[in-house]
């Protein structure tokens, strides 16, 4: 609990940033007070206030206020990855307490997926990943998985980028007859397994993991979570009778946090 009561001058200052930035370039005191319903007088001193602080200013040709440069600095010190990981993490947890395997949840980050949470625990250097490590999009369930799901301009993006890369997993982005089939096997299955070739290299042929998608607005994947397994320990059709369903209510689980949180 907050140790004191929130200053609402402050935060009417705040609303008003908010609304200046989201008006973009339509910000007049009367638009901002249709968001708001601040009183106009206030916004018109919680304005000059942003003006002298250097965050909005008012544009010459109009009546409108805008944000400036300075306004990112507001930002510069977010990491959406680490936002999402404090968010996500009972809920990783709780799925490896269930299940007893270990998963990772993964943010779409270029030419990867970056780890935003994992319930791995310290041990052998084979399975240490930590959050921030990037996996390759068409290597791990994770990519494929948020690859699947992902809107069609996008997944042709990921493509395009995954053949300049020589990597043997990316062979099927310079195949179009391969790429289909693989996103059309992913579809109908409803997830994705670990490309072979990255097993081996990256977990000695010992480990595999199933990916899912956290599906968001449109059925599109919003960031992908997977389970971890050993082989030795579980056959692939055991672990898609035995985690698959756990793993998707999980991602769902994450889906409705997600819903919860829009600004995260």
Known sequence: MPSYRPVAALLRGLDVLAAVNGLR??????????????????????LETLIH??????????????????????????????????LVAPLVRAFRDEV???????????????????????GPMLVNRHPGYR???LATSLGRAF???????????????AAQDPAPWNDVARNPGAAETLYQEIRDNGFAAMDPAYSRQEYENRISTLGVPVLGTGGHAVAAINVLYLKTAVSPEAATTGLLPTLRATAAKIARAFAEHPGI
Do not use: F, N, Q
């Open 147 to 161: 690859w699947a799901y992902c809107p069609a301009d996008l997944r042709a993006e990921i493509l395009t980028t």
């Open 100 to 122: 007893g395997w270990p998963s990772d949840i993964g943010l779409y980050d270029g030419d990867a997926m970056i780890v935003a949470e994992t319930s791995r625990e310290a």
């Open 25 to 46: 370039g339509r910000a007049t005191v009367g638009e901002i007070h249709r968001l708001t319903a601040v009183d106009k007088a206030t916004i018109v001193r919680m």
């Open 53 to 86: 602080a250097g965050y909005v200013r008012r544009r010459d040709d109009d009546a409108a206020y805008e944000v400036t440069g300075k306004a990112l600095l507001l930002c510069a010190g977010y990491e959406r990855h680490k936002a999402v990981g404090r």
């Open 135 to 137: 996996a390759p999009l």
